[in-house]
Each structure stands twice: as C-alpha cells, then as structure tokens.
C-alpha cells in the first residue's frame, strides 16, 4: 500500500475512497453481495427444484402440477432407480466416504509426526489429486485401465502373466464401479484432509503430556480420548466435506465408460440418474425429484455423522 | 517394552521412531503421485512413443509435440487457443477477486457487526456446506435464463462466487481477531468500513489467500457454465475445450483407433496445462492454508 501511495495519481484516488468507506457503517454494505449471490445461485434454485419436483416439465410447455407422483413413481415404478441408482449410490458413498474420511485422518496423523520440511511436501502430493480437473483426468484413466492391450494395466498383467486376455475395465460392469471408487479414494485427500492436518498440530501439546502422568497406556487411548475430542471442529468440518465430495465425484462413471447411461448402470450415480432425465430425457419435473432426494440424503448423512462424532445438535 | 511416550507433534528433526511413518507414508505419496507423473510424461511423448508396444510410462526422448497440436487443434475449429486461453484468465482472475472480497465483506459482518437475522445466515450458511451444486444444475439454469444472463461473461463467474466453504473459513478466522482492536479503532473514528479495509484484511491474508485458492479452483475447472450457459463458441473457456477434447478421445476408446492415441497425448498436454497453475498457487499459499485450516473447524 504504501509504496502504491507514493504517486500522487494514487493518492487522490485513495483520499477518494477514504471518503467513500467514512461514510460506510451499515452491516448491509457487507453482506448484501454474499447474501444476493447466495439467494439467487444456491437457495432460489433449491427452492426451485423443490417446487418443480411436484410438476410435470418438459422445458418446452409451463409445469403442470402433478402432486406427488413423481416420487411415488420414482419410489415405486422407476426399477432402474431402485435397483441400479440408489443401490450403487449407497454402495459408492459408503465405501468411498468412510475409507477416504479414515484415510485422510490416518495420514494426517501421521504426518504431524515428522518434521516440518518433509510434512509440507507429502502434504502437497497427497492434496494434489485434488485439484485435478475431473474430466482432464480422464485420459489417464482410459490409457491405463484401456480395454485392449495397450491399456497400462492390461500390458502389464499381461507381462506378469496374470491374464492371458485383455480385460474390458472400464466398459465391464464387473469393474467399472470399483475403479470409481479406487480413483474417488485417490483424489479423497482434499479440504478436510487439510483441516484435520492443522487440527491435529494444533491440539495442545501439554495434555498428551499429562495424560502420561495420567497412566494413559497406548497409542489407541491417545488417539480416542486426546487427539479426537480436541480437535473435534475440524474432525466434523472434515466429515461433512468428506460426504459431499462423495456426493459430487458421481460423474466420473459416466466419463470413464464414455456413455450416459453407463454400460447396464453398473457405474450409474445418483447424479447421473438426473443428468439423464433432466438433459437427456428432458423430463425436468422428475429430475428435480431426483435431485431433492439427493440434497435430503446428503443433509440425512451429514446429520448422522455429526450425531457420531458424539456433537450435540 | 519400552515405557509409554505421547506422540511427538511436529517434531524438530529426524529420529528413529519416525520411520515407521515414512514406510506408509512414501509409498502411499508415490502411488498417489503416478497418476500425475504419468500426465506430465504422456504429455512429452513423441508419437512413437505414444503407439509403443509394450506401452512405457516414461518418456525417452521428450519433445512439444502434442502441445503444438493441441493449439493447432484449436485454430482448426475456428476458434484460436489464445481466445480460449485469454478467456479463462480472465474469467478466473476477476472471479477469484470478487469471491475474495464478496465473501470477506460477508465474513466481516457475520462475525463483527451486529444485525437481525445474523446467527439464522451463518447456519443456513453452514447448512449450504452441504449443498451439491450439480443436484440444482437444472434449476440454476432456469434463474439464469430468466435473468437474462444466457450469454455472458458474467455467467461463468456470478453463480460460482457465494462459496459457503469460503464465507465459513474466513468468519471463523476473523472471529480468532480481537474485538479491542477494532475498538480502538472506532474510538478514533474510523468507520466499519475502514476498519475492514486498513485493519481486518491485512490480518485475514492467511483466510482470503485460501478463499482465493478454492476459487480458482472452481473457476479454472469449471465446465459447467461454458458447457450449459453460453452458446458463443468465442467466449467459453479452456476447461471447456479440453473437455470437448476429452469427450472426442474417449468417444473413440472403444473403437481404439490410431485417433484416439493420438488424442492421449494432446489429452495429457491439456490436463497438464489444467493442472499446472493449480499446483503452482497452492505450492506457494500452502503455509497460508495450513494457518486458515487450523481455524475451520465446526464449532456447535
């Protein structure tokens, strides 16, 4: 700033603007582009989904309020919902979620054990996944798991002699949603991981001390009854990113196997079940339906994972 | 057995005991890190190489090659790459910008101003942490229709800079700055405004430099809004490019063709040039980002 304010150009400028912020007290000067930004981009469209969720819409003609039947007909007549969508979701996000949550709090644990130079650096590689762009990464998917033999994986096994033929990996229903969940689990290292890295440095050294006086006996009574309840904040700050990361990472089935629906819905997430009603089939009203059960479970999840970690609501 | 010790937090040096992490922790990094090392050497691979049989993860003989055709590409579809490239700089630089300050003035009045319906904000706040914007995709795109906003650069930064990750980070560290400070600087006249601009946003540099990195990330990664929002082909951005590109190669996978291995090594110059600015902004702010982390726990 003040090497910016030795030209008097500036100076003028900033005199300018100091006048301006005098005059700025009301809390309405803060919060109203948040709050603007917030309402139109993130509430009213849920609002919306809601609302459209009770009508017919095919974008072309005005909703038609239809009452409750898309739900009933998702609950009830939609079997690839019930048998492939909600089955796979489920399975997805509770292996996914509780194994990267897990992992990120293990490695972040370990990690506050070593010096400061190499933490940073492990630090910096296990995060970097993710910020991979999701569908830039597809390549590396596709090259290394590719269903011929110049797929990386089936050249290799190939090599080691461990199969004779080729594996259709991405295209086969057998594998495709357990390389979804291997390439969700490698970029599960995000946010939450951070914040359990700093929580954990952060806990106050002095009790693990007094907890040895203490006759505390193992390294597992440190972690549960030390570690854990003093950083708790950012243990729930990391759970609830943990389940939406899970939640939004759907559509990597679609872009491994290259087709929405993927090949007999073995990959098919929820996300994508509304992608293909609502830009494929054009059936707006029943994607939206799909949509506020989504945001109900990922609100139902979270709720449950803050009830373990023992918070009070 | 050895008698007890309590974990040794941060230590100062190396000593025996550690290694027992380094045996879990190096291999886990190297497996996590070959995916992204396999991008960086696809990229450099001459076609030769690209083609080879058995396929190798290293390059031998590096060369720009698929960098050249991926701009070559691009001139060919009408569009020269710079157009592309000049619009996500622009596109992501201004959005990280205003989603940084946005999202600070936001912070400032949640955690230091006093008004109706504030504690009521950051809970539905704190409550959108979970919210998944591709669930609303549809609806989105209707309040965007109706606002006129089909079209416009401002649709690829307005609806990604409210990020309630952001809002919650930053007022949970200004809440750690003491209320004597601002005080004493009422008491000397300054207006809140003042006060937020001369005093709190030197000391949540740490925060807004995290805010800045999660924005980037969005809006340099975003597919989205030029996919969904903007029918001008001179006005979307990289992400939604390579990701055209992306959808041709794989298209192709199955029939895996000579294109489509072609295809790889541009594919991987362009997840490359995608990720490179990522890993390069957060090398650099990650001790920002540690400091604003040890403040973003959930408090109920």
Request: charged fraction near 10%; charge should be neutral.
């Amino acid at each position: 700033m003040n090497a910016i304010r030795k030209y008097s150009g500036f100076n003028k400028l900033i005199d300018m603007l100091d006048n301006v912020q005098r005059k700025m007290n009301h809390p309405a000067w803060f919060f109203t582009p948040y709050v603007t930004l917030f309402v139109v981009f993130i509430i009213i469209p849920v609002i919306i989904a809601a609302g459209l969720s009770f009508t017919y819409f095919n974008t072309i003609e005005t909703p038609e309020f239809v009452g409750l039947s898309n739900y009933i007909e998702l609950l009830t007549r939609d079997e690839v919902f019930m048998q492939n969508v909600l089955p796979n979701t489920i399975r997805f996000a509770f292996i996914v979620g509780p194994i990267g949550y897990f992992l990120s709090f293990i490695l972040a644990w370990m990690l506050a054990q070593i010096p400061h130079r190499p933490r940073t650096i492990l630090a910096i590689v296990l995060y970097s996944p993710s910020m991979t762009a999701g569908i830039a990464m597809t390549v590396v998917w596709t090259v290394l798991f590719s269903g011929d033999a110049t797929g990386y994986l089936n050249a290799w096994m190939m090599n080691f002699g461990l199969i004779t033929e080729p594996v259709q990996f991405l295209t086969s229903p057998d594998f495709l949603m357990n390389i979804m969940i291997v390439v969700s689990l490698w970029s599960s290292m995000g946010v939450g991981f951070l914040a359990m890295l700093a929580g954990i440095l952060n806990v106050d050294r002095t009790l693990y001390e007094a907890a040895v006086m203490d006759g505390m006996k193992n390294r597992w009574q440190e972690i549960f009854y030390i570690t854990i309840p003093s950083m708790k904040p950012q243990m729930l700050f990391g759970a609830v990113m943990a389940v939406v990361a899970t939640f939004q990472v759907g559509a990597i089935g679609v872009q491994l196997s290259g087709s929405n629906p993927t090949p007999q819905y073995a990959g098919q997430l929820m996300v994508n079940h509304i992608e293909d009603f609502g830009f494929i089939r054009f059936l707006m009203g029943y994607a939206s339906a799909v949509s506020v059960i989504l945001l109900i479970m990922i609100y139902g999840i979270s709720k449950v994972t803050w009830g373990l970690l023992g918070e009070r609501d | 057995m050895a008698k007890y010790q309590a974990m040794k937090v941060d230590p100062k040096g190396f000593s025996k005991d550690q290694m027992k992490f380094y045996v879990i922790l190096i291999p886990m990094a190297i497996f996590v890190a070959l995916p992204i090392l396999f991008i960086i050497s696809h990229a450099f691979k001459p076609m030769n190489e690209l083609f080879a049989y058995p396929p190798r993860f290293f390059v031998r003989t590096p060369t720009f090659e698929n960098f050249r055709d991926l701009v070559q590409l691009a001139s060919q579809s009408g569009i020269p790459f710079s157009k592309y490239l000049y619009n996500s700089l622009i596109v992501t630089g201004l959005g990280v910008f205003l989603s940084v300050f946005v999202t600070s003035l936001g912070a400032y009045s949640l955690s230091k101003l006093k008004f109706k319906g504030k504690k009521l904000l950051f809970e539905i706040n704190t409550l959108a942490l979970m919210f998944v914007p591709i669930a609303v995709t549809i609806p989105r795109y209707l309040t965007i229709e109706r606002l006129g906003l089909i079209d416009t650069f401002w649709v690829l930064i307005l609806p990604l800079i409210a990020m309630p990750v952001g809002l919650f980070l930053v007022k949970q560290f200004i809440d750690q700055t003491p209320n004597e400070l601002i005080e004493s600087a009422k008491i000397d006249g300054a207006s809140e405004m003042q006060i937020f601009t001369k005093i709190i946003i030197p000391i949540i540099a740490p925060a807004l430099a995290t805010v800045g990195i999660l924005s980037f990330q969005l809006l340099w990664n975003d597919v989205i809004g030029p996919n969904l929002f903007i029918d001008d082909e001179s006005m979307r951005t990289l992400a939604f490019y390579f990701q055209t590109l992306a959808a041709l190669a794989t298209n192709q996978a199955g029939a895996g063709g000579a294109n489509m291995i072609a295809g790889q090594g541009i594919m991987a110059a362009a997840s490359l040039i995608m990720f490179v600015p990522n890993i390069i902004i957060f090398i650099f702010l990650q001790g920002k980002v540690m400091n604003t982390m040890a403040h973003s726990g959930i408090k109920s």
